[in-house]
């Protein structure tokens, strides 16, 4: 009889989370618990692609920062990337590049957070 | 004193904006104690995920009753509201403000009956002149006072709980009371920064700016 192989979970892998459409407080809590089994899960680095973000509203910001604080709980680190539209408006209107860095792309997020 | 529910942003705000040695509110205007209660019932209700916002609206997303005895008629009041004809937070801060007072009252009376103070109707010459509301178990307001020097002291992530109670606390001028001139001098970047952070602290700060400015206007008029 065969036995499972159980690949353990890299933590120095970063985790891309995608969220696409909208991001408000209707669908802000499976996010949140998303990011949160993640993290259950070992992920330390962890990157939020808005790249098919099209609508955030204060409910997905409040989400998103209960996710950065579970993060650096766990001295993680989280960063969002592709934020564009109204969702970058959202997010530079509250100043939340104080608490969450952005970037332009997933390659420079990656890169940033694994430094 | 009872155990009792959490605290919301409206009772804890009351409890920063109370003299706990004098027993009395610090001196702000009636008018804004009503924008910052208001501001209060809206932001609970966003956490409690039965409204939400964008830049331009505020709306309902779930109007199932939430419980709270407070927060429920606000919200009845909100989703009635025609779904199609959207409204900026700052129209509904003037809605909810009218009964501000209102909202104030049961806050205090829920405080009252938490055991966490309590009302005296001071009488002055057998008419009812100030009222006042010693503390009577200390440890909600050390700890809401704790907490929020804490978000404004060190850098930690505030949870959107903390976001919001420190908007409406800077709106309200009310750090010049909990903090020393230097120690306000040195947090004022980051209270700015934090009180930023949600949309209806900013909707809250600005109406208090003007609520102010027209009270300074008409006493410039006596």
């Known amino acids: ?81 592709n934020l564009r539209g109204q969702p970058k408006s959202m997010f530079d209107a509250c100043g939340f590049e104080q608490i969450i860095p952005s970037y332009g792309n997933q390659a420079e997020a990656v890169a940033q957070i694994a430094a | 004193m009872s155990m009792h529910a959490p605290l919301t942003i409206l009772e804890e705000f ?46 309902v997303i779930d109007p199932s009753p939430t419980g709270d005895a407070i927060l429920d008629p606000v919200l009845q009041v909100m989703a009635m509201a025609p779904v199609l004809t959207p409204h900026p937070i700052s129209y509904w ?35 009812f002149g100030a009222r006042r509301y010693p503390i009577v178990h200390n440890q909600e307001i050390r700890d809401v006072k704790l907490r929020i020097l804490g978000v404004i002291l060190r850098d930690d992530i505030p949870a959107p709980h903390d976001m919001m109670l420190t908007a409406l606390a800077q709106a309200c001028g009310l750090f010049r009371h909990i903090l020393s001139g230097h120690e306000l001098a040195a947090a004022t970047p980051r209270i700015e920064a934090v009180a930023r952070m949600d949309l209806i602290g900013q909707a809250v700060a600005k109406s208090v700016v003007e609520i102010e400015a027209a009270i300074a206007m008409a006493s410039g008029f006596r």
């Open chain 1, 1 to 81: 009889m065969q036995t499972a192989r159980v690949q353990p979970f890299d933590m120095n892998a970063t985790e891309i989370m995608n969220v696409a459409g909208r991001f408000d407080g209707g669908n802000a809590e499976d996010i949140l618990n998303d990011a949160k089994l993640r993290m259950q899960m070992g992920a330390r680095k962890l990157v939020l692609d808005c790249m098919g973000l099209n609508y955030l509203t204060a409910g997905g910001m409040h989400a998103m920062a209960d996710i950065a604080k579970e993060v650096r709980a766990r001295q993680g680190v989280f960063a969002v990337c």
């Open chain 2, 14 to 59: 009351l409890l920063l904006a109370l003299d706990d040695e004098a027993g009395q509110f610090y001196s702000l205007s009636r008018s804004t104690l009503d924008c910052a209660a208001a501001g209060a019932a809206l932001m609970d209700l966003t956490l409690r995920r039965r409204i939400d916002n964008d830049l331009k609206d505020m709306f």
């Open chain 2, 93 to 127: 801060l003037r809605q909810v403000a009218e009964e501000g007072e209102a909202l104030r009252e049961k806050a205090l009376r829920r405080l009252e009956a938490y055991g966490i103070l309590r009302r005296e109707e001071k009488k002055i010459l057998w008419v």
